[in-house]
């Protein structure tokens, strides 16, 4: 879970907020790597402010860096002195999307807390800060871990039958790791007996049905970015999401922010290995079953 905007008692040091005039904190993860059985991570602070180095020098507060991985429910936190310094973690405990949250954190009661860069209002006053309370965070980091090799484009989808007697034409859900296109049985059956065609086949439902819900899919993408940031969050962990981020940041593009105007262009060259590749299927599956009548 990322950091929202918080309201403490007593001067934050954060990005967020006026608590400061001056100063800043940052945590960064700097790098991942994979080990046999853990997860390295090194983490690195950037802190400017001298009251809250003190405190740091002298044990009475610490740098902390937070877990949060939806995938596997875990949280999982890890602190130190240094500015940076590395963090083993099982790979189990990590997997897909993680939220990662950086803080300075009080390791003991402080009784008179004061620091001369926090804002006017907070001047002159004393602050209690208990063991635990929170002295300065950062902006929050999201990391990736692929344990699994990204799936090709064209596996993001999986076709499903409705067996519902007013089924719809067509519908797309993007609430799992693949995007589900499901179909009444009667066009679901038809699928079926294309696939003899092999990759010809496959060409052609690239154009009946993968572009159609790739365009779909990143229009939805658009509108979650600008009106649910919740929702965004969840669909981010997603297979499908990760994949055709990964594939559209090596085409320039940034999968929350694409004009309206290019999603069809963008959709058709993501999932086409040439512009008429659909087209040369189609052929291909017409002259084989002209030549298998005149055969007869």
């Not at 069809?264 to 008429?276: C, M, P, Q």
Request: aromatic letters at 10%.
């Amino acid at each position: 879970m990322k950091i929202k905007v918080r309201n403490f008692p007593h001067p934050v040091l954060n990005p967020v907020s006026d608590d400061f005039r001056a100063g800043s904190f940052k945590g960064k993860i700097v790098t991942q790597n994979e080990e046999d059985y853990f997860l390295e991570f090194t983490v690195n602070f950037e802190l400017d402010n001298e009251k809250l180095k003190e405190l740091i020098e002298t044990n009475m507060a610490k740098y902390y860096v937070h877990f949060e991985c939806v995938t596997t429910m875990q949280r999982i936190t890890r602190s130190g002195s240094a500015s940076t310094f590395k963090i083993e973690i099982p790979k189990n405990d990590l997997n897909k999307k993680i939220d990662v949250n950086f803080f300075i954190l009080a390791e003991e009661k402080i009784e008179n807390y004061t620091n001369v860069d926090a804002h006017v209002d907070f001047q002159g006053i004393n602050f209690k800060i208990q063991k635990g309370d929170i002295l300065a965070y950062s902006e929050s980091q999201t990391i990736h871990i692929e344990k699994q090799p990204m799936s090709n484009t064209n596996s993001i989808f999986k076709v499903s039958k409705n067996t519902s007697s007013n089924a719809p034409a067509i519908r797309i859900s993007l609430f799992d790791h693949q995007i589900d296109i499901t179909l009444p049985e009667v066009s679901y059956s038809k699928i079926a007996n294309l696939k003899a065609f092999g990759k010809d086949c496959n060409d052609v439902l690239i154009s009946m049905l993968y572009i159609p819900a790739l365009i779909d899919t990143l229009y939805n993408v658009q509108t979650i970015a600008k009106d649910d940031e919740y929702l965004l969050e969840e669909i981010e962990s997603l297979d499908w999401f990760r994949t055709l981020e990964k594939k559209l940041k090596n085409l320039g593009y940034n999968i929350t922010d694409i004009k309206s105007e290019d999603i069809t262009s963008i959709s058709y060259e993501l999932l086409n290995s040439s512009k008429d590749a659909s087209w040369v299927a189609l052929e291909n599956i017409v002259y084989r079953e002209d030549d298998e009548n005149d055969n007869l």
